[in-house]
């Protein structure tokens, strides 16, 4: 069983940064990717941010140059760093991670991030 543990989230105002962490713990063989999805109220999830194994990173066109994921494989834990924050990101954050490029990912809980004056 592996579990993703996250943290990071809260309330920021605009133009604010964020820092989310997330760490694999369990009976983690291996790690494809890892990385962050959001879902606002009545959106559907979408893909954040994302890191390969060989850390080759992947973004959302409308967080590219305010967000940067980083990955420390030793520790299996990705991080988030979230500059220039907008009330459009405020949604809950999921980690997730998948064993291969073709299994589903693993989620965690979730961590809300609030974007508001």
């Known amino acids: 069983q592996v579990q993703l543990v996250e943290s990071g989230g809260g309330l920021v105002q605009p133009g604010g940064s964020l820092r989310l962490s997330c760490a694999a713990s369990g009976s983690i063989f291996s790690i494809y990717d890892m990385g962050w999805y959001r879902q606002a109220p009545g959106n559907q999830r979408e893909l954040v941010a994302g890191?390969?194994?060989?850390?080759?990173?992947n973004y959302k066109d409308s967080v590219k140059g305010r967000f940067t994921i980083s990955r420390d494989n030793a520790k299996n834990t990705v991080y988030l760093q979230m500059n220039s924050l907008k009330p459009e990101d405020t949604a809950v954050y999921y980690c997730?991670?998948?064993?291969?490029?073709?299994?589903?990912?693993?989620w965690g809980q979730g961590t809300q991030v609030t974007v508001s004056s």
């Open positions: 997730y991670y998948r064993p291969s490029i073709i299994q589903r990912p693993v």
């Open positions: 890191i390969t194994h060989i850390c080759v990173p």
